[in-house]
């Protein structure tokens, strides 16, 4: 069966490049009819913490990824202990007394020398007695796996194609830290080969780490997973995506009016597409469906918010249903400090879904149906002092008189009438129209909102703006 991870650190908020990393793990998972599992990596105590956590996990089921199997790396020591102990015991591990000042020291020695640095491998070779009276001193250490000397690994990256990395640059390098506890590159490996894990996908960064985690393996004798390192995403400057760049993470996208739907499907064209379509438009179904490593490019994705934003627009008009819309639109409008019934709130939306792009944007936009009273731009003032938008008012408010209804029909006929009877251009009625309903020359239609808003709403921003000039 296979098995895939997503196995973040909750160090920060979930970066659309890990989201990305996670969205292509849990396709690959679901295509297969296999097991995604979600592993919180949180040995590094001082930058770990739970709010973070709580979030990442918040963000990751907000996006719609759902995990089979879920471990904390922080609950398994026991387990990392145990392994390290087998590593001393069958040779691939020892215990290194060395001080932070001598491994300072052989640093700056290589520095001075002009070559790359590499721990030297002084206490590879101590004796079993020295080391037990180091331990008996109480003399901390770190253990350190035992880099075979001349060794090239070499491994076939399911996206990069077949890579080789020179072992012996890497030095003997710590897996449990003088604190006991354990460094990356060694847990990664346990848990992924206790877990069952078939296949890593991750960020490329993570390339250079791989040889090392391929010596655990085959020293412990575990079968080496496959790999697919994803290529980075970068900022349309071409350089990598970063919080330069703006935001940067998936909160933020939610906060800003976003669908996870929308959000889900941008970021699988992030370094993805099915061949032989230019569609780009896909359900979850859809993707899980459609997804194969073999397509995903190996060269760097640029991300595009303009693309993203567009994308958004297409859901919002085309792709979710109007309760949907309405249940997202809900809360962010009571975040502006508004509020309506639901039934209302539908039909604006019905009538202007085509208009925004984003919920954030779309409550700005139509703020002029949910508010009490719309207040007025410099340009609004300014028409609606005008002699001819005054009787333009006042002969709107006498016919609406005359009518039973109100509705975006009746507007434009009412319309018509004024500007003949009053003999001037289509465009002056419409303007003070709308000025006097939006306080704005710009925006949502006055035929829309004759549509929806209540008639006796419309009269009361008549009679106000005729009030105030
Ligand atoms: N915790 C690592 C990271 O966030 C995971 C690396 C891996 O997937 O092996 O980059």
Known sequence: MVVSRFAPSPTGYLHLGNARTAIFAYLFARHHRGKFILRIEDTDRERSTKEFEEMLLEDLKWLGLEWDEFYRQSERFDIYREYAQKLLDNGHAYPCFCTVEELEKEREEAEKKGIPYRYSGKCRLLSKEEVEAFKREGKPFTIRFKVPDGRVVVFEDLIKGAISIKVDDFGDF???????????????????????????????????????????????????????HLPVILGEDRSKLSKRHGAVSVRNY????????????????????????EREIFSKEELIELFRLEDVNSSPAVFSKEKLRWLNGVYIREVLSLDRLVEEFMPFLEREGLSAEKDYVRKVLEKTRDSFETLKEGVERLKVFFVEEVSYSQEAISLLENENSRRVLELFLHKLQERDNLSGQVVKELAKEIQKELNLKAKDVWHTLRASLTGELEGVGVDIICDVMPKEKVIKRIVRALGRF
């Open 254 to 277: 939610r906060e800003e009016g976003y669908f996870p739907e929308a959000l889900f499907n941008y970021l699988c064209l992030l370094g993805w597409s099915p061949p032989n379509t």
């Open 174 to 228: 710590v897996i449990v830290r003088s604190d006991g506890s354990p460094t990356y590159n060694f847990v990664v490996v346990i848990d992924d080969a206790l877990m069952g894990v078939t296949h890593v996908i991750r960020g490329e960064d993570h390339i250079p780490n791989t040889p090392k985690q391929i010596l655990i393996y085959e020293a412990l004798g575990f079968q080496v997973p496959k790999f697919a």
